[in-house]
């Protein structure tokens, strides 16, 4: 697979980080990867609340964010995470998924990467 591994690095980290912050403090974190005849699926699940349906079909949207308002002297936080996430998907031909585990406790967040198309070396230079 071609691929930008440091954009995919950042997307990992994304998702590890989403997953720490809903994940209680004794609770789990997975992460397995598939590989496929097509690509790669990456997966990241952890224990904690379960995703509400209405918003399943929105998290990988710009500025969407379930986290409680920020507490005194913290930032807010600005929902781009799950969304730099699609942005690597899509640009290595995938997408980015997420849905509530079957057990009912806690979440599974997939990044389907099928790779980047290939540009020749000629084509990347400016003319002039």
Do not use: C
């Not at 599974?108 to 070396?121: I, K, Q, Y």
């Amino acid at each position: 697979m071609h691929g930008a591994p440091e954009l995919i690095a950042q997307a990992l980290d994304k998702l590890v980080d989403n997953a720490r912050s809903f994940t209680p403090e004794q609770g789990w974190i997975r992460i397995a990867l598939e590989a496929g005849s097509d690509g790669i699926v990456l997966r990241v699940a952890n224990q904690g609340p379960e995703l509400p349906l209405a918003m399943q079909g929105r998290l990988f949207d710009s500025l969407v964010s379930l986290r409680e308002g920020p507490s005194r002297g913290e930032a807010p936080h600005l929902g781009l995470g799950l969304y730099v996430v699609r942005l690597v998907a899509e640009r290595h031909g995938g997408n980015a998924a997420a849905h509530n585990l079957v057990s009912g406790d806690g979440v599974e967040f997939s990044l389907r990467l099928r790779g980047m198309p290939r540009v020749a070396a000629a084509t990347r230079r400016g003319t002039g």
